[in-house]
Structure formats: C-alpha cells, structure tokens
C-alpha cells in the first residue's frame, strides 16, 4: 500500500523506468534452466537492460558457429532437395511482380491497412484516453508501421541467420536450399523496407524482446539452436503475424506483398522442421534434449507475453496519459493482438511437436501458459504455403464482415 502510494507520486519517466525494469526482472526470473539463463542471459542484458537495438547505431554480434565443408557433394537429404527445386521454381521479382503503382494513403477511412476494431479504443476509453475516428486512424496507421517495421527487422535477423545457418548445416541438400531462402530473406527485406520507406514515410525502432531472440540466435554456436530459434520460433510467429495482416488488411498492395512472402515463408518452416527432427530425435543426449525444450518454452513465453508495441505506447502515451499497465491491458484486450497470437501459435505449437520438443515433461508448462489447445494442429510439411494462403482466403470470405476476433481457429 506504502509502495503503491510511493509509486503513484513518482515522475511518469521513472514510473515507467521502473516498470520496464520490473518487466526485465520477470523475463530473468522465468528462466528456471541454467543453462538457458547462460545461453540467453547476455542477449536479455543487451536487448532489455541496454536497449542495444535502439541505439541509432548498427549493433555488431559476434558469430561463433564453425562452416561445414564436405567435398563429395552426395545428395543426402531427399527433402530438402525437393524443397530446393521449388524454391526455385517458386523465385520472385518484386520490381515485376509486386503492384508498386499502387497509390497508398495511411489515413483512407475506405481502404484501411488495418480494421477499426483491430485495438481495444474502448479499453483505452476506460483508461482515460478517448480517441475520436479520425485520431483512430491515425493511431492504426501507427500500429500497421509498428508491425511491418518489426516485420522488416525479422528479416534482416533471417536474411543473416539464413547465411549462418547455410554455412554450418551438414546436409549438403541442406545448403542448397539455405541459397534460396538467403535469396527469399534478402527479397523479404527489399520489400518491407520498400513498403514502409515508399508508402508508409515511417520505420520503428526494433522491439527490445525480438532484438533478444534475434541476437541470441545469431550468436549461439550450435547450428541447431539457429535453426530452432529462425526456422521454428521466429519464422513461426512470422507466419502467424503476416497471416493475421494477410486477413485483415485492406491495402492491395500490401496483400500481395504478404501472400508472396508467406509462399516462402512456408518452405523456411518446413527445412527447420526436417532439418530439426531427426537431430533433436537421435543425436542429442537428454540434458541437451531438455535443454532446446526449455529454451523454446522461454522463446514462447517472450513472443506470447512481450511483445506490447510499447515503441507506439512511447510516440503516443509517453507523457503519461496512460499508464504502460493500462497500456498492456488495451494491448491484451485488442482483437487484432490476440488473433496475431493465436494464428501464430496454432502454427508454432504442432512445429514444435514435430520436432520432439513437447515432450510430457515440458507440457504442464504450455498447459500453464494456455497453448496446449494448439498441440493438434497440422505441422509445416502437412501444410504448404498455398494451402495456407487459401485457409486465410476461406476464412476472409468467411468472416465477411464480422469483426476480426469472431473467426479464431486452431488447426
Ligand atoms: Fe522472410
Ligand atoms: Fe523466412
């Protein structure tokens, strides 16, 4: 109570200093294993405590994986060399294929980027903060950006992951097909960067929970952490995100910007998970085994937690209008947020299941955290980018126009 009242006469500035440091406190506190305290730990300091990506300054990480060379260039993954031939035949020219005509205005009321109902205005409302129609739109347009930039900053995370990961894998089917996906990431990074330079005159600064993964990932030496982190975990919660937008928006655009996106980014997912299963299956010890099991879960628990958009919380509501726990209560309450979190998970759980990393030892954990609905769903080499291009087709022609919340499905 004493506490409470303390706090309460503080400055809005260290009120919210301190809330993001009682945030940090949790993510550290949450890390039971050890060995994933030691392996993320360095990442959190740098991405939570020293905001390393916001520092308007490129951010070197130290790379610390060994390049696998073999000289007999025998064909030894039939899988990967099938996804390799129609990752080929499936190569893109945004100059050619994408609409860059198009004329784009962030503040249409008749082609919005994203619904009106997307964020919780009436939360915010109760918070004390009323925003009529026409500032509505301009606080979606700051979303939309928000997310294409987190988009953007996930791609050059996977453009270099892709490369490392091209460098250290031993299928030698396996760096064939890591050239095509280092060409889909760089294209990735093209066209959202392009997107929000050309159409949207805005880019946000990287948020601080995806700076950790990506910098985790990128650092860590074992090649299987890399592919656990980019292909199962951050080109998961990809899928998820821009399948959310896919069905949402109304941009042209911007829709077939992602339809073409998701294509490739449904062959990324299915090479982790062939990549993955077999290693986590036989090659590991348990210690190690439990090891990966955890450090997904902590990965999970970060994507489903953390990410509060808190950069357009500080363009919007840094003077303290609301406070950042309001914040995350209009956050958590939004149906664009939530929907975001549920398609991203429902592709991520049944990935992770695949790979042997949802054994019974670790599913209280996910029970706990409420994904454990997702566990059934179909994983990656069930699901090609096409069918998953037509389930959001059929759910957008579904849903009609009810709101954005009211077509929630787990398969
Ligand atoms: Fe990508
Ligand atoms: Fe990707």
């Excluded at 005509?101 to 008749?110: C, F």
């Excluded at 994507?303 to 958590?332: P, T």
């Amino acid at each position: 109570m004493i506490k409470e009242t303390v706090y309460n006469h503080l400055p809005v500035r260290v009120q919210s200093q301190l809330d993001q440091l009682a945030e940090t406190l949790d993510v550290f506190r949450e890390m039971r294993n050890p060995k994933v305290l030691l392996s993320l730990g360095p990442s959190g300091v740098r991405g939570l405590l020293l905001h390393r990506g916001k520092q308007g300054r490129p951010t070197l990480a130290k790379a610390r994986h060994t390049a696998h060379f073999d000289w007999s260039y025998e064909s030894d993954q039939p899988e990967m060399r099938d996804l390799f031939q129609r990752a080929k035949a499936g190569q893109w020219d945004s100059d050619r294929d994408l609409p860059w005509k198009t004329s784009v205005d962030p503040l249409s009321p008749e082609v919005p980027l994203i619904p009106r109902d997307f964020i919780a205005f009436d939360t915010m409302a109760e918070a004390g903060v009323r925003l009529d129609p026409k500032e509505q739109t301009k606080f979606n347009y700051s979303i939309c950006a928000w997310m294409l930039s987190q988009f953007l900053h996930g791609e050059q995370g996977a453009l270099f992951a892709a490369a490392q990961v091209t460098e250290a894998v031993q299928f030698f089917d396996g760096k064939l097909y890591g050239s095509t996906q280092v060409m889909d990431e760089g294209r990735h990074v093209e066209v959202f960067s392009r997107y929000l330079n050309e159409k949207l005159n805005r880019l946000y600064q990287i948020n601080d929970n995806l700076f950790v993964i990506v910098d985790a990932l990128m650092t860590d030496g074992r090649w299987d952490m890399k592919f656990l982190g980019m292909q199962i975990m951050v080109e998961g919660l990809a899928l998820g995100a821009f399948g959310t937008l896919y069905r949402t928006t109304k941009e042209p655009l911007l829709r077939e910007l992602l339809k073409r996106v998701i294509l490739d980014e449904a062959r990324h997912v299915h090479y982790g998970v062939v990549a993955l299963k077999e290693h986590i299956k036989k090659d590991l010890s348990e210690a190690e085994r439990h090891e990966r099991e955890d450090w997904a879960f902590e990965i999970a628990l970060l994507m489903k937690n953390r990410f509060m958009a808190y950069e357009v919380y500080d363009e919007w509501f840094a003077d303290g209008r609301i406070s950042r726990e309001q914040w995350r209560r209009v956050v958590n309450r939004s149906k664009g947020m939530i929907e975001f979190r549920h398609v991203m998970f429902s592709r991520l759980v049944p990935n992770l299941r695949e790979i042997g990393l949802l054994s019974p030892r670790i599913m209280p954990a996910y029970e706990r955290i409420g994904l454990l609905p997702f566990m059934q769903g179909k994983a990656a080499p069930e699901l090609s980018g096409e069918q998953l291009v037509a389930d959001l087709d059929r759910d957008l022609a579904l849903r009609s126009e009810r709101p954005i919340g009211a077509s929630r499905h787990a398969s």
